[in-house]
């Protein structure tokens, strides 16, 4: 299985959580691969989660899909996004994987009657993972990070794996430490202990990260720099500072003016390419700065419930897919949440919508509050507001059309009331099935599936293409047995699944309103900084067109 001269990157952090491991990861895939190289993130997280499907999005953040429909860590979604490339399965490992492969294997007597033990048995499989992962799709150089914080209990296996690796070939592995260096409010001075702490710590381990990427709200001075050097066992210049920065797209062009690329080239013993550099990077970044054009976007929906922190990690995806198309069109997003309950319990009117550009209801899961995100798309619908509903969001967009235009008052969705008479978003037979069993880990529709366009449409017109292939994570299909009524009412389903049973887009035809557009799958998790995605670029075209018109 080993891949001779693959080189392997170890990302751990130090001190906290929560400073940006997920994006410094990224950003050295990209300045490794603007040197000419074919990157392989991996993620690790060490939960005993087999995925990360079942994980509640205001504590674990979004959870990403593959196109093979894994369920995976938001990190894989900047992986992509950084290095503009589509991840697999091996790309992600949970410690629930791992035992869960061992598990099996003992069970069918795959040791040999051997004890099976977490030495060595866990962590050859970690190791036989890592390597099977190198080993695919030409890849050269994979970047390895390891979620939580040096001394966590639950990662220890995989630095261990790592150590090993090292221990093998001392050259083609190399540990790069992102630690924290806090400034406490009240001495008004960097401090370098906590980092030399946790390097201590990994030392404990038999590890020495050889790359420390030293984050903090200001950027280190010579003094800390050579503190943390003569501390923690690196040269000089292989501690990077890394500031805070506006835009995580800034931070490859940052670890570049750092040479933190030199760095890793001279520690891997590897000589860089000729390549255009982070040229087309580069343009990207900064011409979201010169950028003067503002408009707002409601996003309406329920993740929102503890704070600012963690509401940004559950929509990242969509957040990220909304600038990529502005920036596109030369404006600036300006981004508004709104609790849905809050039109429910009249805290908010519908009316206060006005001073929005565009509105979007993204994706959710069986929750109160779905009166008040009906309320919104009424308005949105009424009132010609650009609109664009993300999965939950085209469903309940039917909902809405099935109440107002069939005068179907009850219609809904299985998911908030399975007395209701009407029925237009309802269960799949085979989907039935599984909640039978509560069999709910993995067992939504997920990952890529195509559709077929509806030519003339306005899907078809975005996309300029017949067929299309998105990715999926839901449950639930608007109901067949509406969809005449409703096509008949003037609602478009313009996207279908290839056989034409399962409903993939539905829109109103322009001629009715500007944008009123939902999809059944989640176009976000495609969209790319350099490749913005066609519904995106749609939708954000129609909100700037409302922003001038009004
Ligand atoms: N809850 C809905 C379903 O399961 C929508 C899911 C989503 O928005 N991702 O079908």
């Not at 895939?29 to 939960?47: C, E, H, M, R, S």
């Not at 593959?66 to 996004?81: A, F, H, I, K, P």
Request: glycine share 8%; net charge positive.
């Amino acid at each position: 299985m080993k891949k001779k001269d693959h080189k392997y990157i170890f990302v751990i952090g130090g001190v906290m959580s929560g400073v940006g491991k997920g994006i410094a990861t990224s950003a050295i895939g990209k300045v490794l691969q603007a040197k000419g190289f074919n990157i392989n993130p991996i993620k690790i997280d060490p939960y005993l989660n087999v995925d990360a499907g079942t994980m509640n999005p205001t504590e674990h953040g979004e959870t990403f899909v593959l196109r093979s429909g894994l369920e995976t860590d938001q990190d894989l979604g900047n992986y992509e996004r950084f290095l503009n490339k589509d991840l697999r399965n091996e790309n992600y490992m949970t410690s629930g994987m791992v035992y869960q492969s061992v598990i099996e294997r003992e069970r069918n007597l795959g040791y040999n009657g051997k004890c099976v033990e977490a030495i060595p048995h866990i962590r050859d499989e970690i190791i036989r993972r890592i390597e099977k992962s190198a080993s695919l799709n030409g890849s050269e150089i994979s970047i390895i990070e390891i979620g939580g914080t040096v001394g966590d209990y639950q990662n220890i296996m995989f630095i261990e794996a790592a150590r090993v690796m090292k221990g093998h070939n001392p050259k083609d592995v190399l540990f790069v430490m992102v630690s924290y260096l806090p400034i406490p409010g009240k001495l008004g001075e960097m401090k370098t202990k906590p980092t030399q702490n946790a390097v201590r710590q990994l030392n404990s381990y038999g590890v020495q990260p050889e790359l420390i990427i030293a984050r903090s709200s200001e950027p280190l001075d010579k003094k800390r720099k050579d503190k943390i050097a003569i501390q923690c066992n690196v040269t000089q210049k292989h501690v990077v500072s890394a500031p805070d920065i506006e835009s995580v797209y800034d931070v490859p062009l940052h670890f570049e003016k750092g040479k933190l690329g030199d760095s890793v080239m001279e520690l891997l013993h590897m000589r860089p390419r000729k390549t255009s550099g982070l040229t087309a990077w580069r343009n990207f970044a900064n011409k979201s700065k010169r950028l003067k054009k503002e408009v707002n976007i409601a996003i309406v929906g329920k993740y929102f419930d503890t704070g600012n922190f963690v509401l940004s990690d559950a929509y990242i995806s969509v957040i990220e897919a909304i600038k990529y198309s502005a920036y596109k069109f030369g404006a600036k997003p300006k981004l508004h949440w709104l609790n849905s309950k809050e039109f429910e319990n009249g805290k908010k009117k519908v009316g206060s919508l006005k001073e929005f550009d565009g509105i979007i209801v993204p994706g959710g899961f069986g929750e109160t509050g779905i009166e008040g995100k009906l309320q919104v798309i009424k308005y949105a619908r009424e009132h010609k507001v650009p609109y664009l509903g993300l999965c939950y969001g085209m469903q309940l967009m039917t909902v809405e059309y099935a109440r107002s235009k069939l005068r179907l008052k009850d219609a809904n969705t299985l998911e908030i009331n399975p007395d209701a008479r009407h029925l237009v978003v309802d269960l799949m037979p085979e989907q039935k099935e599984l909640l039978k069993d509560k069999n709910y880990g993995g067992t939504m529709r997920l990952g890529v599936y195509p559709a077929k366009l509806k030519e003339g449409s306005i899907a078809h017109s975005l996309y300029k293409e017949k067929k299309v292939e998105e990715r999926h994570r839901h449950r639930y299909e608007i109901n067949p047995d509406y969809i005449e009524r409703l096509e008949a009412k003037g609602l478009v389903f313009s996207g279908r699944s290839p056989d034409g049973k399962l409903m993939e887009i539905a829109e109103l035809p322009k001629k009715e309103h500007p944008f009123f557009l939902g999809t059944q799958f989640h176009p976000e998790l495609q969209a790319r900084p350099l490749a913005p995605h066609p519904i995106f670029n749609g939708f954000v075209k129609a909100v700037l067109k409302f922003n001038e018109s009004k």
